[in-house]
Every structure is written in structure tokens, then in C-alpha cells.
């Protein structure tokens, strides 16, 4: 290992490729169009397919795969299950590409309302 990957803390090869898998799932047009919506707030899948105008079973599939990854989460309300992304770095992760992509300041301020959640609250711990 060379002084300056020591300096800086390379993170490990393991960190990289779940990084990079992330990233992968974040790749696909209608996979960030729904972790953007999901970021603005919760929403069903049925509200995530008329947003993004796709299929209910398209959607669904899409979710699966951002779910198993654990970028979003889903909880049920009555006979309805709603999604929603609680991480506040996968919103910022999604806003700040967004928002260069966009090159304005639209982008920031629409997902800026949402408080962030601690990872205490996730129950992921410290």
C-alpha cells in the first residue's frame, strides 16, 4: 500500500463492491426515478406507476431489487404496502447527481423538506 492510499483511508474491497452494486441498481433510469420519488416521500406501488408510467408488475420488480439491496424499505399500512427510502446518505447520494445532472438548484430544493432519519431511528445503531 502506497503513503497516500494509507493518508486517505482506501476503504476495503468489500466496501468498493457493495458500493459499486448499489450504484449498479441506481443505474437504471426507472430504478433512480423511483428512489427519487421515494425520497420526496412514501408512496405505494400503485402511485410509483402512474409517476413513473410504468406497469404495477415492472415497478414491482424494480422495488425488489432496491429493497433487497435495503435502499428502500417498505412497511404495511392496512392492506396497502408503502415504500419509502429512510437512509438520508441514499437521498443525498440521489440528490447531488440529480441536482449536477440538472446543473440548478430544482433538483436540491424538492427533496430538501424531508428531515433526515438517524440510523438510530433505522435501528441500524451508531
Known sequence: MTRSAERLGDPSAEVLQ?????FGLLA??????IVWILAQGDCDVT???ERVGATLPAV????????LAGLVHA?????????????????T?????????????TAQGTLSH???????????GA
Do not use: N
Open 18 to 22: 457493495g458500493a459499486a452494486a448499489a
Open 28 to 33: 437504471s433510469p426507472m430504478r433512480l426515478h
Open 47 to 49: 402511485g410509483l406507476a
Open 60 to 67: 414491482s420488480q424494480h422495488l425488489a431489487k432496491l429493497k
Open 75 to 91: 412497511r404495511r399500512e392496512g392492506r396497502r404496502q408503502v415504500y419509502l427510502v429512510d437512509d438520508p446518505d441514499v437521498v
Open 93 to 105: 447520494v440521489v440528490r447531488v447527481m440529480v441536482a449536477q445532472l440538472a446543473g440548478d438548484e
Open 114 to 124: 424531508r428531515p433526515p432519519v438517524s440510523r438510530d431511528a433505522r435501528g441500524l
